[in-house]
């Protein structure tokens, strides 16, 4: 099958082999796919991940329940048995596997190969354009579920990318007094036409005065910049995972009793509710469709100052 594959180098294969179904598994038949800054930090060394990328994808599931629905699908694939999975905490569970990401091919291909127990159905008024952003707009999703929101809190998102923008329409859906700090008019310009206050990172300065900061920078400067404006007794929240090595001076974090919360993956049907009901723009941020073919020049693409998400057109 055509895939898009990273090994010492990425790049585009017509033969790619797709392993034999594991019981419990869906064969999806992949229509578009999007990538992903973490996709982006694959091919710098982060996870040492070998394989097909690709986690953020809408497909039609070729068997199980699902089978002739168009689906999108959760990225960790846990045991089912362990402590962490009867508790409920299958995302954290040590022997699992992650789409595209950790020791499970991913969905820059034809087919990918998912346990059905992941996979939730599109609906109807939701285009599979929009779908691709199921699994990011749920990692913004999990912001909220981690924090007691009252709706009071005054909240500034670093990073005007993809991440960024959906954490903070997120946010502001919870009521919150949000704004995104970024580096890129384009982008920023986007988030305001979404009635979002934004602040350009050369003019930030140092008021500490936010209550709750996210780090959707993807970027190792991340974290020492929300620790420069987040107020005592205040929280970070980390959405960033980044391949280079960070240092960081702990004291601040100790001195002024700082909440530090690492976030990850989130509810899906949280997510397609939200895209359902027209609460979420996504549309804004497609930047360009390429084929499998063309992998190496779609990465270029994606990696430009100038754009937001990159799809692959497959089905």
Do not use: W
């Amino acid at each position: 099958m055509r895939a898009v594959v990273y090994e010492d180098r990425l790049h585009f294969t017509p033969s790619a082999a797709l392993r034999s179904a594991q019981p419990g598994e869906t064969i999806v038949a992949v229509t578009h796919a999007g990538i992903c800054e973490t996709d982006l930090q694959l091919c710098q060394g982060y996870m040492g991940f070998r394989g097909i990328l690709g986690h953020e994808f809408v497909g039609v599931a070729r068997s199980g329940t699902l089978a002739g629905r168009r689906v999108v699908g959760e990225i960790n694939c846990p045991c089912g048995t362990c402590q962490l999975c009867r508790t409920d905490l299958g995302n954290h569970c040590p022997s699992r596997t992650v789409v595209g990401i950790v020791a499970h091919d991913g969905a820059f291909a034809e087919s990918l190969l998912i346990p059905e127990a992941n996979l939730h159905a599109v609906p109807d008024g939701v285009s599979n354009a929009e779908a691709v952003f199921v699994e990011p707009l749920a990692a913004a999703c999990r912001i909220p579920q981690q924090l007691a929101l009252t709706g009071n809190e005054r909240i500034t998102v670093l990073g005007d990318g993809r991440l960024g923008n959906l954490s903070a329409q997120v946010l502001k859906n919870h009521g919150c007094e949000v704004r995104v700090c970024g580096k890129h008019p384009f982008k920023l310009r986007i988030i305001q036409d979404l009635g979002i206050p934004t602040v350009a990172l050369d003019a930030l300065g140092t008021a500490r005065d936010a209550d709750i900061v996210v780090d959707c920078t993807g970027s190792p400067s991340g974290l020492e910049t929300a620790l420069r404006i987040v107020r005592p007794c205040g929280t970070i929240v980390l959405k960033t995972t980044v391949a280079a090595s960070q240092k960081l001076h702990m004291a601040q974090l100790v001195i002024d009793e700082i909440t530090l919360v690492g976030s990850r993956c989130g509810p899906f049907p949280e997510a397609l509710a939200l895209l359902a009901a027209g609460s979420v723009s996504v549309r804004p941020l497609l930047s360009a469709h390429y084929p499998l073919e063309a992998a190496e020049a779609a990465f270029a693409h994606a990696r430009r100052p100038d754009t937001l998400k990159v799809l692959f057109d497959i089905g």
